[in-house]
């Protein structure tokens, strides 16, 4: 532990002293944010809470109260992580929260922050005409998304796909965590490889979307998720092109796709100038989420099937 951290297990001792020392050092250290948080002074507070076990509800009440030794080395070795490795917070608290519930992060998945949570809280008002009874999320790292559907959605059945055995281990035990296990079910596959039968009534993914030229200059901490949830081809759009193609195929007949391509909704755009995409509009920020129906989906199956031969 380097001198600076070993005088602030030493004398720091409360609660707000630990805030204040974190956030400082991570000023200093020209930190990137974007995991849960958008500055040092929350990435302090959350690592500080988690390093005393405490929720976030209960910030007020604990401000003052002094730290014991071992809460301290710990809470030091936490902020030298994240300084040393570029780690995100979530990480190293194993946590991280998605439409206001706690979900569980590994490594092997996406650190939740999509803003169709703000949607999914709203029933997805006014862009689904009636609550969905069978939902597939695909691409679905930790759960997040599915699971907060299942909830808002309370007699919905849902299903959690994803490539990646180690990140359905990962949702596995975010459904134990929500107690929905009656009604959400996982299933390992490549797109629909292994999903040949099944119809929904809405699909919806927060797949890889990064571009080639984005991966290349990803700041630290975003490097550190997985690759396998954020490549995608040069324009970033390579599975949303399988999906553009095959989802039409897996939707009951009123059902809808929803899809989140971020950055490269302008790719899309330009992949496909003749036809008007509906995105989706957001009160706390994010953008780059469109929505088409099993009925637009078949109108424009032609063009999709024309420009998605190399998915």
């Given at each position: 532990m380097s001198?600076?951290f070993?005088?602030?297990v030493?004398?720091l ?7 204040r020392?974190g956030?400082?050092?991570f000023t200093?250290?020209?930190?990137f944010?974007g995991?849960?948080t958008d500055n040092?002074?929350?990435d302090a ?5 988690a390093a ?6 209960r ?6 109260a002094?730290?014991t ?6 809470l030091?070795?936490l902020f030298?992580?994240r300084i040393?490795e570029r780690m995100p917070?979530p990480?190293l ?9 706690k979900?569980k ?8 922050r ?7 809280e ?5 862009y689904?005409p009636?609550?969905p ?30 490539i ?6 990962v949702a ?9 296990g009656d009604r ?5 596959s490549d ?5 040949v ?13 990064v571009?080639?030229q984005?991966?290349?200059?990803l ?5 550190r998720e997985?690759k396998?949830?954020?490549e ?10 399988m999906?553009?193609?095959q989802a039409v195929g897996?939707?009951?007949d ?8 971020g950055?490269s ?6 992949l496909f100038p003749?036809?008007?995409?509906t995105?989706?509009?957001f ?14 989906l ?6 999709f ?6 998915s």
């Open positions: 001198d600076i070993d005088e602030a030493e004398e001792q409360t609660f707000v002293d630990w805030v020392f956030a400082s050092r200093e250290a020209n930190l944010y995991h849960g040092p002074w929350d507070v959350a690592l500080t809470l005393v076990h405490t929720p976030f509800d910030l007020g009440q604990i401000a003052h002094k730290l030794h071992s809460e301290r080395v710990h030091a070795r030298q992580r040393n917070v990480y608290t194993g946590e991280a929260y998605f439409a206001g519930l979900f992060v590994t490594h092997d998945v996406l650190i939740p999509s803003p169709l949570g703000e949607k999914i709203e029933y997805f008002e006014p689904l009636q609550a009874e069978r939902i597939l999320d695909m691409c679905t790292g930790s759960g997040c998304i599915g699971i907060a559907c299942a909830l808002a959605f309370e007699t919905a059945e849902v299903v959690l796909s994803d990646s055995a180690a990140a359905l281990d596995a035990d975010n459904i134990q965590l929500h107690h929905v959400v079910s996982l299933c390992l797109g629909f490889a292994n999903l039968d099944e119809q929904f009534d809405l699909i919806v993914s927060n797949p890889p979307y571009d080639a984005e991966m290349a200059n700041p630290a901490e975003f490097a997985p396998l949830a954020l995608s081809g040069e324009d970033g759009l390579d599975f949303t092109r999906l553009l193609r897996h939707l009951n009123g059902g809808h796709l929803i899809v989140e391509v950055n909704w302008v790719a899309l755009e330009e003749e036809i008007k995409f995105w989706i509009e009160q706390r920020g994010g953008g780059g989420v469109f929505i088409f129906s099993k009925e637009e078949q109108q424009h199956q032609a063009l099937d024309a420009r998605g031969l190399n």
